[in-house]
C-alpha cells in the first residue's frame, strides 16, 4: 500500500465500515492514495524549483530567463549564488565593496578597485593568470554590472622570469616540458 493510502486507511479505519477490510474499500482507497502520492510528489518539486535557495533545474534555468546575462558558472550551488547576487543589484550596490560582492557572487574570479583617476577603475583577475578563457562573456557581465558611467580598464599578468627559473632551474628542463609561449607565460603554481 503507497503510503497515502496506508494513511487514509488508519484514518478512516475507527468509522467501522472501513475497517472490515473489504475489497472494494481497499481498493477504492489504493487508488486515491497512488493519485495522492503523485500529486505529493509533483508539490514536493514545485516547492523545491519555486525557492531559488533549493532550485535544482527547471526553476533556475526560469530564474535565468528574466535576466539579460547568464551566470558563468554550471553547477546548481554556483548558479544559485551568481543568481543571488545578479538579483541584489540596486541603487545602493555601487560601492567598491558591494561591486566586488556582486561579482564574486556572480561566480566571477575578478576584482574591481579604483585607480585614482575620477571616473575609471580597473579589473583584474587575481587568481588567473593571462586573459581568463571566456574574457569576452566575462566582460559583457562585468560591464553589466558595473555601473555605466565607468571606465573599466582592465589588468592582466603573466607569469615572471624568476617565477619560470624557480620552477625549471635550466633551459634543458623548460624545453623538456615544452610549452608554448602562451602555456609558459600562464605557467604558475
Known sequence: ?????????????????????????????????????????????????????????????????????????????????????????????????????????????ALVSETGETGVVEVCFPDVAGIPDGFEQLKKIIEDILPAHLEISYKFWYATWAQIEARFPTWGDLEAAGPTWEELEKLVK
Not at 509533483?42 to 528574466?66: C, N
Not at 549564488?81 to 545602493?92: E, T
Request: include cysteine; charge should be negative; hydrophobic fraction near 40%.
Open 1 to 109: 500500500m503507497t503510503t497515502a493510502a496506508q494513511a487514509l486507511w488508519d484514518l478512516l479505519r475507527p468509522l467501522g465500515p472501513y475497517g472490515s477490510g473489504g475489497k472494494f474499500t481497499l481498493g477504492e482507497l489504493k487508488s486515491e492514495g497512488a493519485a495522492l502520492d503523485g500529486a505529493e510528489g509533483g508539490l514536493t518539486e514545485l516547492e523545491r524549483e519555486a525557492f531559488l535557495d533549493t532550485a535544482e533545474s527547471w526553476g533556475l534555468e526560469r530564474l535565468e530567463s528574466l535576466l539579460t546575462r547568464r551566470p558563468v558558472t554550471e553547477t546548481p550551488q554556483g548558479k544559485r549564488l551568481a543568481l543571488a547576487a545578479l538579483l541584489r543589484i540596486n541603487g545602493d550596490s555601487f560601492t567598491l565593496e558591494a561591486l566586488n560582492r556582486n561579482l564574486r557572487g556572480c561566480g566571477l574570479n
